[in-house]
């Protein structure tokens, strides 16, 4: 079936919305009726067929309205796009990466041919048509990691490897959850995650750090965070907080469950071939609270997370000056029953 891209909008007059099969393909985030920090990573591999877990890096209705959004951003803040010079060879990986695996999963969408080092890349939801040189960054027309990740939903962080941490030392981050790529760049693992609350005395990233450190070329990882924003927006960056911030003041009882919107991040990780750094997606996903109770499980697991996440997180989280309205509004489907494990729809 022919993929269906909606005309749609992160801003103004946020326009965004899932179909029902967008809704059921949702990588909701958890898993059990609490919530806790937690590196669980698991293998990056594929997943059920439908699933946003089929494809290594996923594309779906949202595609083209998201691409359109991201031109915004840069147009507006070019600084949401930088690279430190030593980061060309994992600027190249990156674009191989991202080019092969789109045309390998999604060959009806964008093509990739190669002669040796003149490569014919073909986007056709966005209209492109490009003939380059591996490696000769004077023949695309940004740097290699703009030019690839301007075509691929999601922040991109590449992170070099030294030292005996990772440093935050590339990126494409357009649709941040209230981080600042102009802020971290050049910074170490433990910096950019300073502000985070609790996880650093629960030892979360000392072990996130050894196990992302070990990290193997062609066996690339995953895990789910998440957090809430008012209306779906996905620039929620700390640049823009004069644009968004506001908004958590005009959530009420009644349009709760149009504006409040769970965001989960799938976040991969992969080592990178040719300069051995890691290559750090991070998709997207929203719903709002309307799109969460046509699914009873989630609705019903969600009431229970929120009731007992602690307060610190609640508000790390974003959503805790809406807290009680969520909860006033999850509570009707929270029936008491015992919940299947994991994320999956019943």
């Known amino acids: 079936m022919a993929m269906i891209f909606h005309d749609e909008t992160y801003r103004d007059d946020f326009s965004f919305h899932n179909s029902p099969e967008s809704i059921r393909r949702y990588p909701f985030p958890f898993h059990e009726d609490s919530y806790m920090y937690a590196i669980n990573m698991e293998n990056h591999l594929p997943g059920k067929p439908g699933s946003s877990y089929e494809h290594p890096i996923d594309v779906d209705e949202h595609y083209v309205s998201e691409m359109r959004d991201r031109a915004i951003v840069l147009n507006e803040d070019p600084k949401r796009c930088q690279a430190l010079p030593h980061m060309m060879a994992a600027q190249w990986d990156t ?63 590449i992170v070099d490897q030294r030292n005996d941490t990772l440093w935050m030392d590339a990126g494409m981050v357009t649709c941040q959850a209230d981080w600042s790529l102009d802020f971290d760049i050049g910074m170490n ?83 990178l071939p040719r300069s051995n750094a890691l290559l750090f997606p991070i998709r ?40 009680q309205l969520a909860l006033d509004f999850l509570a009707p489907f929270d029936d008491g029953r015992e919940l299947t494990l994991g994320g999956e729809p019943e």
């Open 95 to 157: 674009l191989e990466l991202l080019m092969t695996n789109k045309a390998r999963s999604y060959p009806d969408l964008f093509t990739l041919e190669r002669n040796g080092d003149l490569w014919h890349w073909i986007n056709q939801p966005l209209g492109i048509d490009d003939t380059f040189v591996f490696g000769d960054q004077s023949t695309l027309p940004y740097e290699p990691m703009e030019y690839i990740t301007r075509q691929a939903q999601g922040d991109f962080c």
């Open 189 to 271: 693992f433990m910096e950019w995650h300073a502000p985070v609350p609790m996880a650093h005395e629960l030892g979360i990233f000392d072990r996130a750090l050894k196990f992302l450190m070990n990290v193997q070329q062609g066996r690339p990882v995953r895990r789910l965070n998440w957090t809430m924003t008012v209306n779906p927006r996905l620039d929620t960056s700390p640049e823009n907080y004069h644009k968004w911030g506001p908004d958590k003041t005009t959530v009420t009882a009644q349009n709760i469950g149009s504006k409040l919107h769970l965001r989960c991040e799938l976040q991969s990780f992969w080592r």
């Open 284 to 323: 997207q996903y929203l719903i709002s609270l309307n799109d969460i109770a046509t699914i009873p499980k989630w609705a019903c697991r969600m009431h229970r997370v929120l009731t007992t996440i602690p307060d610190s997180i609640a508000e790390y989280k974003g959503f805790s000056r809406n807290r």
